[in-house]
T-cell receptor, first 114, second 113 residues
Framework: DQQVKQNSPSLSVQEGRISILNCDYT??????FLWYKKYPAEGPTFLIS?????DKNEDGRFTVFLNKSAKHLSLHIVPSQPGDSAVYFC?????????????FGQGTRLTINP | GAVVSQHPSWVICKSGTSVKIECRSL??????MFWYRQFPKQSLMLMAT?????????EQGVEKDKFLINHASLTLSTLTVTSAHPEDSSFYIC?????????FGPGTRLTVL
């Protein structure tokens, strides 16, 4: 049972344009969401997070939007840069179950074309 | 954020042998560490939660006798894959965290021949 889903395995975007990565979840108990970036043969690095009490969180070029009613979140990167090419994972957790157990999506490979 | 290292970064072993993977938290005292596994083109799947000074908590479907976890100090957790088989070939990643973030190690690529 895949509780966190990233339905697009890959995405290609031109440099300078906006990249939008999507994530859906099924568990209504999730109340904290994170995005991670991963390069090959490396561990994921934290990008940005959002609590379920918010619908938007922005950090520089990265903005995460949360639509609780649709159980959907998205990561916007603008402007996209070649260094953004990586695999992006969304993750979710339930704070009441303990602070740290994360459930990951399958990942979306983002390629930024010059 | 916390700096997490893993050793080795990659290992190739024969089927039936055991392999130990170390996870070190270099600047963060971790009472809890997490072990994940990632098969190609799949998500990171939590295998177990490693608790300092006590037994690890394993996720459903993960054999505790096959994947031995030892968390003997606040900075070191080890995962031993016992009697490894080719289907255990995967990318193993550990993490440490606080209430809002987890910091991941660079991962260990295990290939079982």
């Amino acid at each position: 049972d895949q509780q966190v889903k990233q339905n697009s395995p890959s995405l290609s975007v031109q440099e300078g344009r906006i990249s939008i990565l999507n994530c859906d979840y099924t568990n209504s108990m999730f109340d904290y969401f994170l995005w991670y970036k991963k390069y090959p043969a490396e561990g994921p690095t934290f990008l940005i997070s959002i609590s379920s009490i918010k619908d938007k969180n922005e950090d520089g070029r990265f903005t995460v939007f949360l639509n609780k009613s649709a159980k959907h979140l998205s990561l916007h990167i603008v402007p996209s840069q070649p260094g953004d090419s990586a695999v992006y994972f969304c993750a979710a957790k339930t704070l009441a179950e303990g602070a740290q157990k994360l459930v990951f999506g399958q990942g979306t490979r983002l390629t930024i074309n010059p | 954020g916390a700096v997490v290292s893993q050793h080795p970064s990659w290992v190739i072993c024969k089927s039936g042998t055991s392999v130990k993977i170390e996870c070190r938290s270099l600047d963060f005292q971790a009472t809890t560490m997490f072990w994940y596994r990632q098969f190609p083109k799949q998500s990171l799947m939590l295998m177990a939660t490693s608790n300092e000074g006590s037994k690890a908590t394993y996720e459903q479907g993960v054999e505790k006798d096959k994947f031995l976890i030892n968390h003997a100090s606040l900075t070191l957790s080890t995962l031993t894959v016992t009697s490894a088989h080719p289907e255990d070939s995967s990318f193993y990643i550990c993490s440490v965290g606080n209430s809002n973030e987890q910091f991941f190690g660079p991962g260990t690529r295990l290939t079982v021949l």
